[in-house]
């Protein structure tokens, strides 16, 4: 008789960042930052994600004799995870674009040892937007991202420019024999709209919505203006809905919790560069010192908290894949009632959260 079934946790792991160099071939004209995009490294102190950031603009001066020329930055990251050597996996999110103009453009590439992973061409999107990769955790590791910026024509106002930004994060298998009665469930089966759809500046259908200024969160479209190479989700919600404030959005699932079973949940977090008015710019993040954006998983009609999580932020323009898993302990108060899934934030003026939902690891 087979009495139990064998399952995989996949558990964060702290990434530690070593030398980082920087390399930049080209003339004088070649620009590597333009806000809110600055070449470099972001996290590695022993956080749960990096951000590399490669962007090549080379602007061609008319009149002074200038190109045709190229710019190429390309940024090299030695790394690192905790702990022993052991299988386990990486985790990336791309965003970026090669920016044509006329007979200009740009492209930029990400690579893991040597090899590469994904690309964003001229007017395209990165290919792939996320995947993950298996690995070796517990030994040294190289990511590069390289940008390439290009004006193709002698004594003209032309520019071409490369950026990428790839989020990257490591994860180890926790092995976990489950009975049958203990199962490893997608709370994204239970959830209603989880691509939060609805009227432009309303609460999305079927959630409840709560906040100052009200509703506190609202579905919109996101266009080019708030995620350049567009965004991988027709809508999503957002909050807070009028620059500053707090919002609440939270729905009651169509599931029960079961004592020692694990929950799963693939929430979609973005950090937009405009406000839905496609004007208004957004300075950052929704975090301590400037705020908060956390997930509850809750129980019952009074969405009493069973967990919660702080959610990072993700690469400005871009939207970051984040894997929840929860396993409810088997003597919970919480066992049999109903699931609700719940979103906080609370930002300044100036500071804005994206988000949806899919399963678990699934990219749109």
Not at 43 to 70: D, F, H, N, Q
């Amino acid at each position: 008789m087979k009495l139990g079934v064998a399952f995989f946790l996949c558990i964060p792991v702290l990434l530690l960042a070593g030398p980082v160099t920087v390399v930049t071939t080209g003339p004088d004209e070649c620009s590597t930052s333009e806000s809110p995009y600055i070449t470099g490294l972001g996290g590695g102190g022993g956080s749960m994600s990096i951000v590399s950031t490669a962007l090549a603009v080379y602007l061609s001066p008319s009149g002074i004799g200038s190109g045709p020329s190229t710019c190429t930055v390309t940024v090299t990251a030695d790394l690192e995870t905790a702990g022993p050597v052991r299988p386990g996996f990486l985790q990336f999110s791309l965003f970026g674009l090669g920016e044509p103009d006329g007979p200009s453009g740009g492209y930029a590439s990400f690579f893991v040892n040597g090899t590469q992973y994904g690309s964003c061409t001229a007017g395209h999107a990165c290919t792939p937007f996320s995947d993950t990769i298996p690995f070796t955790l517990g030994t040294p590791f190289e990511i590069t991202t390289s940008a390439f910026g290009s004006a193709l024509i002698l004594n003209s106002d032309t520019s071409g420019a490369g950026l990428i930004q790839a989020t990257i994060s490591a994860y180890e298998y926790s092995p976990l024999v489950l009975s049958p009665l203990f199962p490893v469930i997608s709370l994204f089966g239970g959830i209603t709209n989880p691509l939060f759809s609805g009227n432009p500046e309303s609460c999305p259908t079927g959630w409840i919505c709560s906040g100052s200024p009200a509703p506190g969160f609202a579905s919109y479209a996101p266009t080019t203006a708030q995620y350049p190479a567009g965004s991988p989700f027709p809508t999503s919600a957002f909050s807070p809905t009028v620059y500053g404030g707090s919002g609440v959005i939270r729905q009651l699932t169509s599931l029960n919790w079961v004592g020692g079973a694990t929950y799963q949940l693939g929430l979609w977090t973005g950090l937009p560069n405009t406000e839905p008015d496609g004007r208004t710019l957004v300075a950052g993040w929704p975090q301590a010192p400037n705020g908060v954006a956390r997930l509850y998983l809750t129980m019952g009609a009074g969405f009493g908290q069973v967990a919660a999580f702080d959610i990072p932020a993700p690469p400005q323009g871009g939207f970051t894949l984040d894997n929840i898993a929860f396993t409810l302990p088997s003597n919970s108060g919480a066992i049999g009632q109903q699931i609700g899934v719940m979103i906080f934030v609370s930002a300044p003026s100036g500071f804005s959260a994206n988000f949806a939902i899919t399963s678990l690891g699934v990219t749109p």
